[in-house]
């Protein structure tokens, strides 16, 4: 059984979440300048969810933009570009010490083109999620089934990201996966940047 807890602006003070966090964010939608962060949702990966409800008036979240910028902390997201541009954008702070599943997925899995979370669980942990509640309203009260969904998102990144190292491992491709890693926080200030196309190309 998940547990789920809902924290108001901020995590609690005494709240002890180990040195490797999973981590994921909901929005109004993917334009950072237009669409504000909502949630912040956090798992120890001892299936708990710890989700944090900003009061989007000040995002006044000390606790939680500590940990995000802790160095000894290890963050594990699923396609973190679009959540590290957010927490930049609007808790005013670098997110620091990243691994992304996807990242790791499109590496490790070239036997497949489909990188979804929900793609992985099924894979990895051989649980079929639904998505139902992917594009909804995370602006306002919470029903169960957001909160839900929302731990969906971050319960399951330890074990994916376990069985996709074990992946980059065996092909080969560990190093291109930490050097991809090197790069994103650069890719993100290019999309806060306005520069939204791949400047690798032609």
């Given at each position: 059984?998940?547990?789920?807890?809902?924290?108001?602006?901020?995590?609690?003070?005494?709240?002890?979440l180990?040195?490797?966090?999973?981590?994921?964010?909901?929005?109004?939608?993917?334009?950072?300048?237009?669409?504000?962060l909502?949630?912040?949702?956090?798992?120890?990966?001892?299936?708990?969810?710890?989700?944090?409800?900003?009061?989007?008036?000040?995002?006044?979240?000390?606790?939680?933009?500590?940990?995000?910028?802790?160095?000894?902390?290890?963050?594990?997201?699923?396609?973190?570009?679009?959540?590290?541009?957010?927490?930049?954008?609007?808790?005013?702070?670098?997110?620091?010490?990243?691994?992304?599943?996807?990242?790791?997925?499109?590496l490790?899995?070239?036997?497949?083109?489909?990188?979804?979370?929900?793609?992985?669980?099924?894979?990895?942990?051989?649980?079929?999620?639904?998505?139902?509640?992917?594009?909804?309203?995370?602006?306002?009260?919470?029903?169960?089934?957001?909160?839900?969904?929302?731990?969906?998102d971050?319960?399951?990144?330890?074990?994916?990201?376990?069985?996709?190292?074990?992946?980059?491992?065996?092909?080969?491709?560990?190093?291109?996966?930490?050097?991809?890693?090197k790069?994103?926080?650069?890719?993100?200030?290019?999309?806060?940047?306005?520069?939204k196309?791949?400047?690798?190309?032609?």
């Open positions: 059984m998940n547990k789920i807890e809902l924290h108001k602006n901020d995590l609690p003070d005494d709240l002890k180990g040195n490797i966090i999973a981590i994921d964010g909901e929005f109004m939608g993917l334009n950072v300048r237009r669409d504000p909502c949630l912040i949702q956090i798992s120890s990966g001892n299936s708990d969810a710890h989700i944090v409800q900003f009061d989007r008036q000040n995002y006044n979240s000390p606790n939680l933009i500590k940990i995000l910028s802790d160095e000894n902390i290890t963050k594990i997201f699923h396609y973190g570009r679009a959540d590290i541009a957010h927490i930049k954008y609007y808790l005013k702070t670098d997110t620091n010490n990243i691994l992304d599943t996807k990242i790791a997925s499109k490790a899995r070239s036997y497949s083109d489909n990188h979804s979370l929900k793609n992985l669980i099924k894979e990895f942990i051989n649980i079929d999620i639904s998505k139902q509640f992917q594009s909804s309203d995370f602006g306002g009260k919470l029903t169960q089934a957001q909160l839900k969904y929302c731990a969906n971050v319960i399951y990144l330890h074990k994916i990201h376990e069985e996709l190292i074990k992946i980059l491992k065996r092909e080969n491709r560990i190093k291109l996966y930490e050097d991809c890693l790069f994103l926080k650069t890719r993100v200030d290019l999309d806060l940047a306005l520069f196309d791949d400047i690798w190309s032609h």
